[in-house]
Nanobody, 117 residues
Framework: VQLAESGGGLVRAGSSLRLSCVAS????????MGWYRQAPGKQRELVAV????????DYADSVKGRFTISRDNVKNTIFLQMNNLRPEDTAVYYC???????????WGQGTQVTVSS
């Protein structure tokens, strides 16, 4: 599966952004999908994850109540709605697909999100 993110940008603190990730292939619905981020000098961290059917969601504590992950299995797309952005949210955001059957992760190229104070 190939993943392509979009929607990043430069915004002020308190603003909102919506990231999108479109996946290629016909088996999108089998993958657990997630968003990760990596800030300069830091390790990549999980931001949010959604199960293959969309019924189970999980978030990093730092984004709970501000970010919402969702998926559209018809359009092979996941979204990350980010509200009330903070400077510490600045990072490259990566889309991830995980296949439990093959125990394999797939990654997009990333999209930069920069939040100014």
């Amino acid at each position: 599966v190939q993943l392509a993110e979009s929607g990043g940008g430069l915004v002020r603190a308190g603003s909102s952004l919506r990231l999108s990730c479109v996946a290629s292939g016909r088996t999108f619905s089998i993958y657990t999908m997630g968003w990760y981020r990596q800030a300069p000098g830091k390790q990549r961290e999980l931001v949010a994850v959604v199960s293959n059917g969309g019924g189970n969601l999980d978030y990093a504590d730092s984004v709970k109540g501000r970010f919402t992950i969702s998926r559209d299995n018809v359009k092979n797309t996941i979204f990350l709605q980010m509200n009330n952005l903070r400077p510490e949210d600045t990072a490259v955001y990566y889309c991830n697909a995980y296949s439990a059957s093959f125990q394999r992760h797939y990654w997009g190229q990333g999209t930069q999100v920069t939040v100014s104070s």
